[in-house]
């Protein structure tokens, strides 16, 4: 594993606060009643329902975490998401400069269904996501190749021991080993159920699944044979609530236990309710501001670092974010490691803004369009709002602006895909504490294919793919924070976004629930969570 060099360790000081906040609250609590105790249920108000069970598909926050409590993977950070520790493999090494990987497996671990977990498991697992001919490939594959892509061969070495063998050395293999895609499934129930597995998931998780609902509504149930110990509760419901104030409102009256999807005007409601837990932690994630560089004007550099100029980001924190975000400098927030520091943001300078575009050749500004995000996400709580606000800004520094709002949010990421966009609003959020996750993804030119573009600035710069390709290919930590230092100097320099700002995340709970594993990327956890009597 790679050495903890100081944003590393950055990252594992603000999750360890926040479970030392989690841990605190438990241990007051026990100086009054007795726990942990055994039994009852956690209901949990989600903004959404789950579409799928099978880790090969999932991509939505609904869906994963579902995912991530009936399923394992090999490895998974610890409580401090800062670390990799032993999951269902108890030790991993490599060798051949990071390209051979040789891990060993816990014994002993069935799978809900009694089967036993073994090196074949694993196998079949990583293959039905990266061979499409493979009997099982999924039709709708999820984020396999954020991780797969990069694997050559995956074999079993006797019962206990597998080899991932890596078309090239790809540093940040290891942590994207630890995403809820990567969970390991029984060969028995896909083979059972084939394309209906979905439906009908089996893992070797803390909680085995019991019932999905036709509205998404699933539940699942304690897994007495847990290879740990076994969960406290004896089930925890997700329950779809897509209206927030409803969803609020079930939490407030005692209908549910658990609540995610909270909107900035909610906060204070919540913090006057003496009966509800908030618990806030830094966002993994950035919501930006793309410009399609691939069209006219944006270009144009000059261009780029106008609308930059042009953007008030403090108003919007402050106003619209409600001083629960922070603003956004470079494309991935500053509590993951590399993330350099002596950047400084362009300022808001609307005369500088104009300057440039006359320097550009738009002394009159221009015409554009700006697509409006058709749902809240927890990077972009109030779209509408903050759509209008840019269009302020930029309008003010004339460059008038014609707003698109016509889809839902199925379409707008087909066709940001696409590239149809002029400027667009997107986000990003993190699946593990790697800055190749958000750089390489959001705006390396092999991400910026039309279609399936990840990289919707369709920013295609040499230079910067070189120091990407570099620092993925080396295991020295302090080589890739050097590499990423530089590429964040291209961007800033380059300006092919607007990095807007990085979300809190944030859960609220009642009281009486004790000891949820807290998760920034929103997966948070029960099996270790009791109830209060």
Avoid at 404 to 418: N, P, Q, R, V
Wanted: charge should be positive; hydrophobic fraction near 40%; include cysteine.
């Amino acid at each position: 594993m790679y050495t903890n060099l100081k944003k590393q360790v950055l990252l594992q000081k603000w999750f360890v606060v926040a479970a030392v906040c989690g841990w605190l609250l438990s241990s007051v609590a026990a100086t009054v009643f007795a726990g942990p105790n055994t039994g009852g249920t956690v209901i949990w108000g989600r903004s959404g329902g789950v579409n799928t069970l099978d880790p090969a598909k999932g991509v939505s926050a609904e869906s994963l975490t579902v995912i991530a409590t009936i399923y394992e993977t090999l490895v998974r950070y610890g409580d401090d998401f800062a670390t990799l520790e032993p999951s269902l493999a108890l030790t991993w090494e490599s060798t051949n400069n990071a390209k051979d990987w040789i891990f060993r497996l816990r014994k002993g671990v069935r799978f809900h269904d009694g089967r036993p977990f073994n090196a074949q498991a694993v196998v079949f697992s990583f293959m039905r996501q990266m061979d499409p001919r493979h009997p099982y490939f999924p039709k709708d594959i999820g984020y396999a190749t954020y991780i797969f892509d990069q694997v050559q061969t995956v074999q079993a070495l006797g019962d206990h021991t597998v080899k991932i063998s890596l078309k090239k050395p790809y540093a940040p293999f290891l942590a994207g080993l630890s995403i809820p895609a990567a969970g390991i499934v029984s060969p028995a129930a896909v083979k059972k159920w084939g394309a209906q597995f979905e439906d009908h998931p089996v893992g070797t998780g803390p909680f085995k699944f019991k019932q999905k609902g036709d509205d998404g509504e699933v539940i699942v149930e304690r897994n007495p044979a847990y290879w740990q110990a076994a969960p406290h509760l004896d089930r925890v419901i997700y329950k779809p609530i897509t209206d927030n104030r409803k969803r609020l409102l079930a939490l407030s009256t005692g209908a549910v236990d658990v609540m995610d999807g909270i909107t900035p005007a909610a906060i204070r409601r919540i913090q006057r309710n003496k009966d509800l837990q908030l618990v806030r932690i830094p966002g993994l994630n950035i919501g930006y501001l793309a410009m399609n560089t691939a069209k006219r004007p944006f270009d144009s550099v000059m261009v780029r670092r106008a609308v930059n100029h042009a953007i008030n980001k403090k108003n919007l924190i402050k106003f619209l974010y409600q001083g629960l975000a922070i603003p956004a400098v470079n494309p991935f927030p500053p509590v993951i490691w590399g993330f350099n520091e002596q950047i400084a943001d362009y300022p808001y300078d609307p005369q500088e803004a104009v300057k440039l575009l006359r320097q550009a050749g738009y002394p009159d500004g221009f015409t554009t369009t700006l697509w409006q995000m058709p749902v809240a996400r927890f990077y972009n709580p109030e779209p509408a709002r903050i759509a209008q606000i840019v269009k302020a800004n930029l309008e003010a520094v004339g460059i008038r602006v014609q707003l698109i709002s016509s889809w839902d949010w199925k379409t707008y990421l087909k066709k940001g895909k696409a590239g149809e966009h002029e400027m667009a609003f997107f986000g990003w959020g993190a699946e593990y504490a790697d800055p190749d996750y958000f750089l390489y993804n959001l705006l390396d030119q092999d991400n910026a294919v039309k279609g399936h573009a990840s990289n919707r600035a369709f920013f295609k710069h040499t230079g910067l793919h070189k120091l990407l390709i570099a620092a993925q290919q080396t295991a020295n930590q302090a080589e890739r924070i050097r590499l990423y230092r530089q590429a964040q100097h291209i961007i800033k320099q380059q300006a092919p976004i607007v990095p807007l700002a990085h979300m809190e995340q944030f859960l609220v709970f009642h009281r009486k629930v004790r000891n949820i594993t807290i998760d920034p990327r929103e997966y948070h956890l029960f099996h270790k969570a009791w109830i209060e009597q």
